[in-house]
């Protein structure tokens, strides 16, 4: 079995901004070599998020909309007695830190309109790292 991790590294613009990492992550799968097998895509930090969603412009604000309703900023969140980003961790906990994908022929699988993006959450840009591991033969 094959083990191949690589790092994307980048910068955000802060509080719910979208980046597109499908075509690194298809990369990453495409160089390792593996033929059949999984690719795990994984934000260290409780502020990020990997999510899978459509490339159009409508749904990705629709996107953000919901998440400023379903968890919206100031609403007395016991951690922001600590640092004013508790809605940033609360958003992130419901998103989740990884996808994993099958990887077959060699190729990342994913839905036609189906495209990998990373997701800040935290209220200020940051320098951020995903990390892809592929596992597999």
């Not at 934000?43 to 990705?60: D, K, M, N, Q, R």
């Not at 968890?71 to 994993?100: F, Q």
């Amino acid at each position: 079995m094959k083990v191949v991790t690589r790092e994307l590294r980048f910068e955000t613009r802060g509080e719910i901004d979208l980046i597109d990492i499908t075509r690194e992550v298809e990369r990453i799968v495409e160089e390792s070599g593996v033929e059949n097998g999984q690719a795990l895509v994984f934000v260290p930090g409780a502020t990020g998020a990997i999510v899978t969603i459509e490339h159009e412009s409508g749904l990705l604000e629709d996107f953000k909309r919901t998440l400023r309703e379903l968890v919206p900023k100031g609403k007395g969140y016991l951690h922001d007695r600590i640092d004013d980003n508790a809605h940033s961790h609360l958003r992130a906990t419901l998103l989740g830190a990884s996808e994993c994908f099958p990887v077959v022929g060699g190729r990342l699988v994913r839905g036609t309109w189906q495209e990998v993006f990373f997701v800040e959450l935290d209220v200020r840009p940051r320098h951020r790292r995903v990390v892809v591991q592929v596992v597999g033969e």
